[in-house]
């Protein structure tokens, strides 16, 4: 089967930085994804990662490391505007549809 | 805007009626994807149209009948729903499956009363 553990809060304090993780055990791998979704709208994709390392892009980093199926977002210089939902999807064998986690609800205080 | 549009964006329904979910890309996109997202649960993929053909049907109750007449529209008719069928409803496309990017719709809140 598929499964996807990420934490289901967590708070940070704007200008910080904080790093959202998320495990995963598929039946094979074709890349992970993370999503943002602020509450009442749709998730918008932030990134996508196939090969181990890290990924950046702007205040978002996105790390892969496909031997310990683990993969973690990391936000800098966190603003309000941060706070959402971050959902990690694992693309697994095949054709297959996405498997998305629960999300993580992040929260930015001041 | 991320290309993938749906109407209506809230619906309140009764028990016994009927109701139709539409959804439309602009981006085209051979994949379309509904999905059912209830408070604190993860996304539930209901359908997939690679193609306009349905690749996958997730074990969905037959009082939800995807619709997929082109690659670009995808409906979902809705009869004789339950109150606990009330979720945000969103659609999604790709440029083909698999582990192609989503793009999603605003969604849908759904009620049934």
């Known amino acids: 089967g598929q499964n996807i553990d990420q934490p289901t809060e967590m708070t940070a304090t704007e200008g910080a930085i904080v790093q959202i993780n998320c495990t995963y055990q598929t039946s094979g791998f074709n890349g992970l994804f993370w999503y943002q979704q602020h509450a009442g709208e749709a998730p918008t994709f932030l990134s996508y990662?196939?090969?181990?390392g890290l990924e950046e892009k702007g205040r978002f980093s996105s790390f892969l490391s496909r031997s310990k199926g683990y993969s973690y977002l990391l936000l800098k210089e966190l603003q309000m505007k941060d706070s959402a939902s971050y959902l990690c999807a694992v693309s697994a064998e095949g054709n297959t549809p996405l498997v998305f986690g629960k999300g993580t609800r992040l929260s930015v205080i001041a | 805007e991320t290309g993938v549009t749906q109407t209506p964006r809230h619906l309140v329904m009764g028990m016994t009626n009927k109701k139709s979910l539409k959804c439309e890309q602009h981006l085209g996109h051979n994949a379309m994807y509904w999905y059912k997202q209830s408070a604190k649960k993860p996304l539930e993929l209901m359908f997939v149209y690679n193609f306009k053909e349905q690749t996958e049907n997730n074990s969905v109750p037959s009082r939800f009948s995807p619709e997929c007449p082109n690659s670009s529209h995808l409906f979902l008719h809705l009869h004789t729903l339950q109150p606990e069928d009330s979720a945000l409803y969103l659609c999604?496309?790709?440029?083909?499956?698999?582990?192609?990017?989503?793009?999603f719709g605003p969604g849908t809140r759904l009620t049934v009363l």
């Open positions: 990662n196939v090969l181990d």
């Open positions: 999604a496309s790709s440029l083909k499956g698999g582990a192609d990017t989503q793009y």
